[in-house]
């Protein structure tokens, strides 16, 4: 994994996200996303890392070792739109929960980390 940059939010604006364990899948998409609940269509995996492309409008969980290491969103076109990292190693300033963001125009479209908070 590249190494990340932590870009900080006027503390109005730092998300506030449930406990990934916990919470009814919600219908809305972008309420899911906003929150970080599980949408209606949600699976998990493991291995090293999740696929940048998926079912639309889908979440999906990394499980690493029994635990969610990141819970991703995937956008009208299944491309991957939003991460929540809940924790990683080999970043020692990273703050957790943190929030990436994908943009499919930027040459590199995931974003630095953006803290969130529970
Ligand atoms: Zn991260």
Redesign the pocket.
């Known amino acids: 994994m590249e190494p990340?940059v932590d870009i900080p939010y006027a503390s109005s604006a730092k998300p506030t996200l449930q406990n990934p364990y916990q919470g009814s899948p919600i219908s809305s998409f972008s309420g899911a996303m906003s929150v970080g609940g599980k949408t209606t269509s949600h699976s998990t995996q493991g291995g090293s890392s999740l696929p940048t492309s998926s079912t639309k409008y889908s979440s999906m969980d990394l499980i690493s070792s029994g635990q969610i290491k990141q819970r991703r969103y995937f956008d009208e076109s299944g491309k991957a739109k939003q991460d929540i990292?809940y924790f990683?190693s080999g970043e020692a300033l990273?703050n957790f929960p943190?929030i990436?963001y994908w943009n499919w125009s930027n040459l590199i479209p995931r974003s630095g980390?953006y803290p969130a908070q529970f």
């Open positions: 990340e990292d990683h990273h943190h990436h980390a």
